[in-house]
């Protein structure tokens, strides 16, 4: 059995953790000082959204319904 320690529990440690956990006889531990993981992922955007996809700005904001201004920093 492998054992692995992941320190910091933001987005690339959850990445981390999850990939690794999936792998045959191993056992991971994630440590974090903060009281939950991902409390930086979760204030991204300005606690509005955190978003990562594959299709071009305009064809993104042809799908935001309401008030897709608030996304152009984001590109």
Do not use: H, W
């Not at 320190?7 to 999936?22: C, T, V, Y």
């Amino acid at each position: 059995m492998k054992t692995i320690a992941i320190i910091g529990g933001g987005a690339a440690g959850m990445m981390a953790a999850g990939f690794a956990a999936s792998a045959p006889e191993t056992a991971v531990t994630l440590f974090e000082q903060n009281p939950r993981t991902g409390a930086k992922l979760r204030i991204t955007g300005k606690g509005r959204c955190n978003i990562t996809n594959d299709t071009s700005p305009a064809q993104c904001m042809e799908n935001v319904v309401s008030n897709p201004r608030f996304l152009f920093a984001a590109f």
